[in-house]
């Protein structure tokens, strides 16, 4: 019996996380809409922190 390999499985588990993400988004927009808003409000401030700490390494 031939085993799967790791490239194989990856992908099949980006579709089934792919086809997940989808199925909320299209069940619920209203929730995602603000998992999304979240989301970008967090990685903002991180590049705004990321940002500050380039600017002034040293407070």
């Known amino acids: 019996m031939d085993r ?3 490239a194989r499985l990856r992908n099949a588990g980006l579709f089934v996380v792919a086809v997940a ?3 909320g988004v299209v069940s619920q927009p209203q ?3 603000e998992c999304v808003e979240l989301v970008f409000g967090g990685v903002a401030e991180a590049v705004r922190g990321v940002g ?8």
């Open 21 to 23: 993400v989808l199925y």
């Open 31 to 33: 929730r995602s809409a």
């Open 52 to 59: 500050d700490l380039a600017t002034d390494p040293l407070p």
């Open 4 to 6: 799967i390999s790791p």
